[in-house]
């Protein structure tokens, strides 16, 4: 059995490993969005853009937090918000992008994990989930509202089954509280997720069906449309100049 100091220096350089990873997975996927954006119509400027300034705005968010548990789970200020507005306006592919990116920034301002697998787990896959709310702009004739609430739910739910089975594998390697037995991981994964990550989806629900009610909402993706179109009939222009 690994004590605490052990385990903690096994982190540390795993983290550190994990970070330069982290770096350069960021930079390739800068560059293949950059190549992307040149060579495949399937993105444009515009989308680009609205993906760094919902980006840079989540990553700001994510900083003003309460943490009701040690060692990371952290409720704070509707910081997927901006991500998932991005992905109901761009879809879920688009979305998982940019929710990839997220968790890396999130891994990098603030790392910490025991093995590879969690890294996987809280930082690609958790916050990947945010490009199912790409999905929830299909959702027939639903209000707006309600909308955005399921497709919230859906991509926390997500998220919270990916940080359970994370969880589950911190819990057990039974170093972090050596009373703890090993039968009942499990239920000590879930309620370490059950502390925070519901208050964190209701904080993003709430903001959204607030943005929703007051049609802020409806006016961002205005803007959004109205400059796709314009950046379209731009490219169209210089296409046919050239």
């Not at 603030?110 to 945010?130: E, G, N, R, V």
Request: hydrophobic content about 50%; glycine content about 6%.
């Amino acid at each position: 059995m690994f004590q605490f100091s052990q385990l903690s220096a096994v982190s540390e350089k795993t983290t550190d490993i994990v970070t330069w990873v982290s770096l350069g997975a960021i930079a390739v996927l800068i560059i293949a969005l950059a190549l992307i954006c040149i060579f495949n119509k399937k993105y444009s400027t515009s989308e680009i853009a609205y993906a760094g300034i919902c980006l840079a705005a989540s990553f700001a968010l994510s900083f003003i937090k309460i943490s009701p548990v040690q060692y990371g789970g952290s409720i704070t200020l509707a910081s997927f918000v901006p991500l998932l507005i991005y992905a109901y306006k761009f879809g879920p592919v688009k979305g998982t992008i940019a929710g990839i990116i997220f968790g890396l920034f999130n891994f990098i301002s603030d790392p910490f994990i025991l093995t590879p697998y969690t890294f996987i787990l809280d930082y690609l896959l958790a916050f990947a989930s945010i490009g199912l709310m790409g999905f929830a702009s299909k959702f027939g004739k639903l209000p707006v509202t309600a909308k955005v609430c399921i497709g919230t739910v859906t991509v926390y739910f997500a998220r919270f089954i990916f940080h359970l089975i994370s969880g589950f594998l911190y819990f057990a390697e039974d170093a972090v509280w050596a009373d703890i037995p090993a039968s009942n991981m499990f239920v000590y994964s879930f309620i370490y997720q059950c502390v925070y990550l519901p208050a964190d989806c209701a904080v993003s629900a709430a903001a959204l069906a607030a943005l929703a009610k007051t049609k802020t909402l409806d006016k961002l993706y205005g803007i959004m449309t109205k400059n796709q179109k314009e950046t379209s009939v731009s490219a169209e222009q210089t296409k046919t100049e050239e």
